[in-house]
């Protein structure tokens, strides 16, 4: 199983502590041991595989996304989901694992009454309760991302859900420039964040339809034992569509 995590966020042993870049935003720095992380991506790897799998986007405009994806749960396309995959094939189920790590991480994130994070959240981002969905949290779909080397993604909302339930997102490999801005615009006020392999970045409540997107990616910059090329990312979501 690869949901196991490190877990604690005091900032002991070498690791940043949790923060809070915007209010309902929450960043659990080395969150994912090196362990975890190569459960992760050794997952992300058979998810990857035909059919199904890791596949280019095209926009609605014409172009192509410069990331690579898979959908786990329900396929995503630009904006909204459905069960046949890219290539007509029904997309892969959202791995229950998957769901519990996640869960921990909101858990951690905003507090769950014992230890993980404080009661109320830390900085005014809310406790578990007082954001909208983390208490009965129950993810049921997933995109793996592909940053090769070059790659970014442009702002952007998640608002093809229907529940405003958490996001939760788990870095691997090479280190990118994560830009989360704020609700109403792509223009400033926004926070630049770096987010590095084994990170976890939780978004719910005031910040969960905030603009975010990767500014690039950093290359090279990954663990060297876990022998990615580029940068994952997987988001875990509750779609709220009741199945």
Not at 44 to 54: H, N, Q, S, V
Not at 89 to 104: C, D, Q, S
Not at 182 to 192: K, V
Not at 202 to 225: I, M
Request: some cysteine.
């Amino acid at each position: 199983m690869f949901g196991e995590s490190s877990g604690g966020q005091s900032g002991g042993g070498g690791r940043p502590a949790r923060s809070e870049p915007a209010p309902g935003a929450v960043l659990l720095p080395g969150w994912l041991d090196l362990d975890a992380q190569r459960r992760l991506l050794a997952a992300c790897r058979e998810w990857a595989r035909p059919p199904a799998g890791l596949h280019e986007v095209r926009m609605p405009t014409g172009g192509m996304m410069s990331v690579r994806m898979v959908s786990l749960g329900l396929h995503w396309y630009p904006y909204g989901y459905r069960p046949i995959a890219e290539d007509g094939t029904p997309v892969k189920p959202f791995p229950p694992e998957l769901g519990a790590l996640a869960r921990r991480a909101v858990a951690e994130a905003y507090g769950d009454g014992d230890g993980g994070g404080g009661g109320d959240g830390g900085g005014g981002g809310g406790g578990l309760g007082e954001i909208a969905g983390a208490a009965s949290y129950e993810p049921d779909v997933a995109i793996v991302n592909h940053y090769p080397h070059g790659a970014r993604m442009g702002l952007h909302q998640d608002r093809d859900e229907r529940a405003d339930a958490p996001v939760v997102s788990f870095s691997l490999g090479d280190t990118c420039v994560f830009r989360l801005g704020n609700t109403e615009t792509r223009t400033r006020p926004w926070t630049d964040l770096e987010l590095r392999g084994g990170d976890v970045l939780v978004f719910g409540g005031p910040a969960r339809y905030a603009y975010h997107g990767v500014v690039r990616t950093l290359a090279g910059t990954g663990e060297e034992a876990l022998g990615l090329v580029g940068r994952l990312n997987v988001t875990v979501r509750e779609s709220g569509f009741g199945r």
